[in-house]
T-cell receptor, first 114, second 113 residues
């Protein structure tokens, strides 16, 4: 079955620096790659997603890149702020059969220091 | 449009008791997913349901766990004879027909004592 690996497990940056989180997936049929942000004790919230027909997507300070050949995708956060501190999860799915079963990475705990 | 509603938010059960977790999907959403998150870990898929049907339960433990999504009312995740290892956060997500984005509820944090 699908397996998603995520690195690093923890990331500490200074406010204003960039942060990069990387994920690899195993199932070449995967075609949907969302990123979720989870603050302590709260629900995972979708922050950006990318589909397999696109190589890059950007939304303000957040961008995601996808390399289907290498089967990896990355989250880039620029100009980090203390409120970006949270756990970030990547996920992959093969949208088929009318449903979307997400396989998550183990998460990256991002700490942004003022 | 209220988001995905889960209740209770926190549930404490003694070993051997039953736990019932409820999930009301967003209005218009016919797909419900349950995920489990152990402390300091990622979310693991458990089961996918549509109204009155279990479509994929490949992530459900073989014993003690069951799920339903009746024609009327919320989806229920039921855990019988709970053990300490069942302590986790259980998240429900819903999506409309044909859409990929899954919206998560606030989760139910189950503690087995």
């Amino acid at each position: 079955g699908e397996n998603v690996e995520q690195h690093p497990s923890t990331l500490s940056v200074q406010e204003g620096d960039s942060a990069v989180i990387k994920c690899t997936y195993s199932d070449s049929a995967s075609n949907y790659f969302p990123w979720y942000k989870q603050e302590l004790g709260k629900r995972p919230q979708l922050i950006i997603d990318i589909r397999s027909n696109v190589g890059e997507k950007k939304d303000q300070r957040i961008a995601v890149t996808l390399n289907k050949t290498a089967k990896h995708f990355s989250l880039h956060i620029t100009e980090t702020q203390p409120e970006d501190s949270a756990v970030y999860f990547c996920a992959a799915s093969t949208f088929s059969g009318g449903y979307n079963k997400l396989i998550f990475g183990a998460g990256t705990r991002l700490a942004v220091h003022p | 449009n209220a988001g995905v509603m889960q209740n209770p938010r926190h549930l404490v059960r003694r070993r051997g008791q039953e736990a019932r977790l409820r999930c009301s999907p967003m209005k218009g959403h016919s797909h419900v997913y349950w995920y489990r998150q152990l402390p300091e870990e990622g979310l693991k898929f458990m089961v996918y349901l549509q109204k009155e049907n279990i479509i994929d339960e490949s992530g459900m433990p073989k014993e003690r766990f069951s799920a339903e999504f009746p024609k009327e009312g919320p989806s229920i995740l039921r855990i019988q004879q709970v053990v300490r290892g069942d302590s986790a956060a259980y998240f429900c997500a819903s999506s409309p027909e044909g859409n990929t984005e899954a919206f998560f509820g606030q989760g139910t944090r189950l503690t087995v004592v």
